[in-house]
């Protein structure tokens, strides 16, 4: 009589169709991970990575929600729960970026983006942590800097959001410990594909490295917080020393 087939763990990742959240997902696929994928509007792209995923053998599928309304968030766990039953890693990586002077920021971006970028995630881990067993991980994704509380003019919305989302990580660790869940955040700087990537004759004005990272540098990150099993409630800056 053969063994059962070991179960493969269950990955979800927020905002997981394109740029980072495509790379985690393949990175986490590679990993042995079956992932749900969550997307708001890329459908198209969601599902072709779907596609993708399966067929390097590992389990995949594309789901629509809006992670900043709750009601949303729900049913989209209480799918996950009746589809793969477990979830083993929860990405909070989605992250609405407004990179406006504040003096032009209007109540309803702001809504927008705390509802998306803090509300959504502490949506999800609220839904995602009664399926999650012991050893369960959260990594959620937040920006270079946010160690030293300092005016951010210019997308001020994105900043507290990450800030508040800082928090919430430090909070969850202590909380869900004695389970063995660990919670920790990745904080990506000016990324090569970032929406205001200085030139290169200019990055080394702002990064000490002086190169713009890529989405393997994050990636990485997200694979040494995933193998160390004593790391929890830190933040991990990937920003080659970017507003140190």
């Not at 949303?72 to 766990?77: D, G, I, N, R």
């Not at 937040?142 to 951010?152: C, V, W």
Request: charged share 20%; proline share 4%.
């Amino acid at each position: 009589m053969s063994a059962p087939a070991a179960v493969a763990p269950v990955a979800v990742v927020t905002g997981g169709a394109r740029r980072l959240g495509r790379h985690l997902c393949m990175t986490l696929a590679a990993r042995g991970y079956d992932v749900v994928i969550l997307y708001r509007s890329s459908e198209e792209a969601a599902r072709a990575l779907a596609a993708q995923i399966a067929a390097t053998g590992r389990r995949a599928r594309a789901r629509a929600v809006d992670v900043g309304i709750e009601s949303q968030v729900a049913e989209t766990f209480a799918e996950i729960a009746q589809e793969e039953g477990r979830v083993d890693l929860l990405v909070n990586n989605v992250g609405n970026y407004n990179p406006q002077d504040i003096t032009n920021l209007t109540p309803a971006v702001w809504d927008a983006t705390l509802a998306t970028n803090l509300s959504g995630a502490y949506y999800c881990c609220f839904h995602a942590l009664p399926l999650m067993p012991a050893a369960g991980n959260i990594i959620n994704i937040g920006m270079a800097g946010l160690e030293g509380i300092r005016a951010n003019v210019r997308g001020a919305d994105y900043y507290v959001s990450k800030t508040g989302l800082l928090s919430l990580t430090r909070s969850l660790a202590a909380a869900y410990g004695d389970r063995n869940i660990r919670v920790n955040m990745v904080s990506p700087g000016q990324l090569d594909n970032s929406v205001d990537l200085p030139s290169p004759d200019e990055i080394g004005q702002t990064v000490p490295l002086g190169r713009a990272g890529e989405l393997q540098d994050v990636a990485q990150a997200m694979e040494y917080l995933l193998d160390a099993t004593y790391v929890t409630g830190v933040n991990i800056d990937v920003a080659g020393g970017y507003r140190l």
